[in-house]
């Protein structure tokens, strides 16, 4: 059996986020105005959005919180991010150190 | 002296303002319309220091922020549709002052009436289709223990990541059948890319995510439509959401054709 979700008839439910997103930030009437934003930057944007989110709500509900780690979307600059930085520096540097033992054979 | 800057929501045939009541604009700010002819902008002033282009960058760039912005500019656009045809337009839209948004209005005076024209009592409505994906509880498929879990195992994601596929393949020729039934009772039709699973709560495959413009005296034979053609198709669900402002069907005609 298929399922048909209709919005309650009842006041304007509030629309998913991402919904509304795909409309103004991907759809919507382009008009040159004075102040230029690079639409390049939005649709990076609308990209990791609808790849992720519902809506901010549901989002947290289910764990993501992507856009408290990303620093392209955040003004904050969170802890973990440096551990991530920190973990990759440390994990290049024993890849350096593998390459340069000499692997008897090998070659 | 008006210093402050103009962000524009959307184009409009004119309406009273006093009646859109407590709906504001972005941060807070009155709505304003300005007018040219038989069209009007549909607009709020915005300071020039948070107009600039770093301060929207900033403002984009988080989540919160964008979020408060986009549902400050579609509830604007919502109430104008309710009041007037409108051309809704995209995120962030700013003239410098006021006498430059009039501007806009007399040089796509032709363009702005000629897409009102066709925009004029019609509206735009969402439809998405997901693949259920219900996958059986693994003990229906692997009954036999045998002395390789990890086989098992592995064999009994195989078959469930089959029948996922079959699942997705069929949701897909359903969802062709639906959009093709849909679009051809719609005026236009527009295609949306399909939003990743993970943004449904549960995980569904969206395989189909779609606008229809629709006139707004059709919308009853519409719904019937959807849910006939839900009721035809096993394995979907079908999501229709709507009425919206034409977003997806905003850009511009030319102006002075027949």
């Known amino acids: 059996m298929s399922d048909l979700s209709y919005p309650t008839s009842a006041g304007p439910a509030t629309p998913n986020l ?10 919507g009437l382009v008009i040159a105005g004075d102040i230029k ?5 939005i649709e990076l944007l609308t990209i990791k959005v609808r790849l992720l989110v519902a809506s901010v709500d549901k989002a947290r509900e289910i764990g993501i919180d992507w856009w408290e780690r990303d620093p392209g979307l955040s003004s904050g600059k969170p802890r973990e991010l440096e551990a991530e930085v920190e973990n990759r520096r440390l994990r290049e540097r024993i890849a350096e150190l593998e390459n340069a033992e000499p692997e008897g054979g090998s070659r | 002296m008006n ?5 524009t929501y959307a184009v409009a045939r004119p309406f009273d303002v006093a009646t859109i009541g407590p709906v504001r604009g972005v ?19 915005m300071p020039p220091e948070a107009a600039e282009e770093g301060a929207l960058r900033t403002r984009l760039e988080t989540l919160e922020s964008m979020e408060a912005m986009a549902r400050a500019h579609h509830a ?4 104008v549709v309710e009041r007037a045809v409108a051309i809704p337009f995209r995120l962030a839209t700013i003239h410098h002052d006021e ?8 040089h796509g005076h032709a363009e702005f009436d000629a897409t009102l024209n066709r ?3 019609r509206v735009e409505m969402g439809v998405k289709v997901y693949a259920n994906i219900s996958a059986p509880p693994p003990t229906s498929i692997v009954a036999s223990v045998s002395d390789s879990p990890g086989r098992d195992y592995l064999r009994t994601r195989r078959v469930e990541r089959n029948q996922r ?9 359903v969802a062709e059948r639906v959009d093709a039934a849909l679009a051809e009772s719609a005026v236009e039709r527009a295609l949306h890319r399909p939003q990743a699973a993970r943004l449904h709560i549960d995980r569904a495959e969206n395989v189909l995510n779609a606008a229809y413009l629709v006139e707004a005296r059709d919308l009853p034979a519409f719904h019937t439509l959807v849910r006939r053609l839900g009721s035809d198709a096993p394995g979907v669900r079908i999501e229709v959401t709507g009425p919206w402002p034409a977003y997806s069907f905003a850009s511009l005609d030319s102006g002075g054709e027949p």
């Open chain 1, 18 to 27: 991402a919904d509304i997103l795909e409309r103004i930030l991907d759809n």
């Open chain 2, 99 to 106: 006498r430059r948004v009039i501007g806009m209005l007399r």
């Open chain 2, 119 to 121: 925009l004029a009592g």
């Open chain 2, 165 to 173: 596929e079959r699942g997705s393949r069929q949701a897909v020729d």
């Open chain 2, 27 to 45: 941060d807070d700010a009155a709505i304003r319309l300005f007018r040219y002819r038989d069209i009007v902008a549909v607009s709020s002033a």
């Open chain 1, 37 to 41: 934003i690079n639409l390049l930057d």
């Open chain 2, 76 to 79: 604007v656009v919502e109430a």
């Open chain 2, 3 to 7: 210093a402050d800057a103009c962000y």
